[in-house]
């Protein structure tokens, strides 16, 4: 008795990928839209010149330098020894803090007397956090204001140089 196996032809089965693709054409839109840009702000610093060159004028001389201590801030104009404001830190619910707005103010209120005048020396103490001097130099470099309905930023001092307080 000879069993006899019948061969049975199958038919070629295609990959459905429908569900698939509605899941991408759902999923990369969702990612996209989810995904958060990152916006990197540089500081351009620039190192005061070690050499005189040229004889310079009594102006050019003249330093605006804003000190920043574990006291505050305090900004001198047109050498240490004239102060021209001390802003002290601000108490707060988390402790102290350093007062950036009456900074800002300063600084503009420099800035109206001086227009011309682009740059300013940042002297940081040594213990001084990063984050206290960078938001330092933002609060020197710029403020934002509204003009016609719209926030803008207006340049006060851009040109930074970075020295040590002590």
């Known amino acids: 008795m000879a069993f006899r196996y019948k061969h049975r032809p199958t038919d ?14 759902v999923l990369v ?24 060159g040229s004889v310079a004028s009594a102006e050019s001389q003249a330093k605006l330098e804003v000190m920043v201590t574990n ?3 305090s900004v001198y104009y047109p ?5 021209v404001k001390q802003v002290p830190l601000l108490e707060t619910e988390a402790g102290q803090a350093y007062d950036y707005l009456t900074l800002s103010a300063v600084m503009q209120e420099i800035k ?7 740059d300013v020396v940042v002297l940081a103490a040594q213990d001084l956090a990063y984050q206290d001097l960078v938001s330092t130099m933002d609060a020197v470099k710029s403020y934002r204001t509204v003009v016609a309905a719209n926030v803008v930023e207006v340049e006060l001092f851009p040109e930074i140089s970075l020295g040590d307080a002590s």
């Open 112 to 118: 109206n007397q001086l227009s011309d005048r682009r």
């Open 71 to 73: 006291e505050g801030f």
């Open 12 to 25: 070629n089965a295609e990959l459905d990928i429908t569900s698939f693709m509605n899941l991408m054409i």
């Open 29 to 52: 839109p969702v990612l996209l839209l989810s995904l958060t840009f990152t916006q990197l702000a540089v500081h351009e610093i620039e190192l005061p010149e070690l050499t005189g």
């Open 79 to 83: 050498d240490r020894g004239n102060l």
